[in-house]
């Protein structure tokens, strides 16, 4: 029982390649979220995803592109890797209800040199 | 941005000593979580609070949701060395349906305990 995944779990890259964070849940979870965790802004909503092929713009959409033709996987993509971009990765998931839990995965630290 | 102001920023405090921390905003919410966040690693949920006035205990955990409902608190009793982290409160605002889901959090609580 993985619950939710993130792959991998560390990566460098250069500025201008693209880089693409894959996310994986095995609970079926009809949501799933897209969030960057920096030092003084906390965690920020990048995307997020209502259902397979329905997704939206969270709170910092620009720079990212992010796809879901599967229910279980929600993968993230820089077309091209700025400084800026550095930051830890999270991916979430949370089912459809009446509650509002999330739960997320263990994170891609992701540098930008 | 975040529009939930979470204090203290950081707690030392010693091994069996009890923990307050909380979480305002200027909105109403419908939903309270608290999460535990432990260095390199994701957000875990320990609380989720749905009603106004609730007090639900995990453990030696205990959150409430603020009878205004722009409010929440977390206590953790007695603590010990593994209780160390970073605490994040989350809320969830009435709204729309293209709101849901989407929660707000916290900057988040550092809790450092020394024996």
């Known amino acids: 029982d993985a619950g939710i995944t993130q792959s991998p779990r560390y990566k460098i890259t250069e500025t201008g390649r693209q880089v693409t964070l894959m996310c994986h849940q095995t609970?079926?979870?009809?949501?799933m979220f897209w969030y960057r965790q920096d030092l003084g802004h906390g965690l920020r909503l990048i995307y997020y995803?209502?259902?397979?092929?329905?997704?939206d713009k969270g709170e910092v959409p620009d720079g990212y592109v992010v796809s879901r033709s599967k229910t279980e996987n929600f993968p993230l993509t820089l077309e091209s890797a700025t400084r800026s971009q550095t930051s830890v990765y999270f991916c979430?998931?949370?089912?459809?209800?009446?509650?509002?839990?999330?739960?997320f995965g263990p994170g891609t630290r992701l540098t930008v040199t | 941005g975040q529009q939930l102001n979470q204090s203290p920023q950081s707690m030392f405090i010693q091994e069996g000593e009890d923990v307050s921390m909380n979480c305002t905003s200027s909105?109403?919410?419908?939903?309270w979580l608290w999460y535990k966040q432990d260095p390199g690693e994701g957000p875990v949920l320990l609380i989720a609070?749905?009603?106004?006035?609730e007090l639900t205990s995990n453990g030696r955990l205990t959150a409430q949701f603020g009878i205004t409902r722009k409010d929440s608190f977390l206590n953790i009793s007695a603590s010990i060395p593994s209780d160390v982290g970073i605490y994040f409160c989350?809320?969830?605002?009435?709204?729309?349906?293209?709101?849901?889901?989407?929660?707000?959090f916290g900057a988040g609580t550092q809790v450092v305990v020394t024996p």
């Open positions: 989350a809320g969830q605002r009435p709204g729309t349906t293209d709101s849901w889901g989407k929660l707000q």
């Open positions: 609970w079926s979870h009809s949501y």
């Open positions: 909105s109403i919410f419908n939903t």
């Open positions: 995803s209502a259902a397979a092929d329905i997704t």
């Open positions: 609070l749905y009603k106004a006035g």
């Open positions: 979430a998931s949370s089912e459809i209800g009446q509650t509002y839990e999330q739960y």
